[in-house]
C-alpha cells in the first residue's frame, strides 16, 4: 500500500531514536522521547488550501523537524509513519 498525501499535508517517517546520549549514558527504554526528527516519504500537491495558495517547501527525501504534538500517526504495513500539515514542520535538517 503506498500512502499518497492531499492539499498540504506531508507524510513523514521518524528517525531512530539514539540509544545513548553524547556523553555515553545509555537509555532505557521508558525514558526516551521520541525525535522530532522525521524523513519525508511522500508530499501533497499543494495548491489552493482553504482559499489560501500553498506552494510545497519540502521534497522527498528530506530531512526535518517537526512540531511535537503535530500529525497523525499511521501504521501501513508493519511501518509506522505521520501525517502531517506543510506547517507543522518547523525547519529542514541540511
Known amino acids: 500500500m503506498k500512502l499518497v498525501p492531499l492539499g498540504d499535508r506531508v507524510v513523514l517517517k521518524q528517525l531512530v531514536a539514539e540509544e545513548t546520549t553524547k556523553s555515553g549514558i545509555v537509555l532505557p527504554g521508558q525514558n526516551k522521547e521520541k525525535p522530532q526528527q522525521a524523513e519525508v516519504i511522500a508530499v ?4 489552493v488550501v482553504d482559499g489560501k495558495e500553498i506552494k510545497m517547501e519540502v521534497n522527498v527525501g528530506d530531512k526535518v ?6 500529525g497523525t500517526e499511521v ?3 508493519e511501518d509506522e509513519y505521520i501525517i502531517v500539515k506543510q506547517n507543522d514542520i518547523l525547519a529542514v535538517i541540511e
Open 44 to 47: 501533497g500537491p499543494g495548491g
Open 65 to 70: 523537524i517537526y512540531s511535537k504534538y503535530a
Open 75 to 77: 501504521k501501513v504495513d
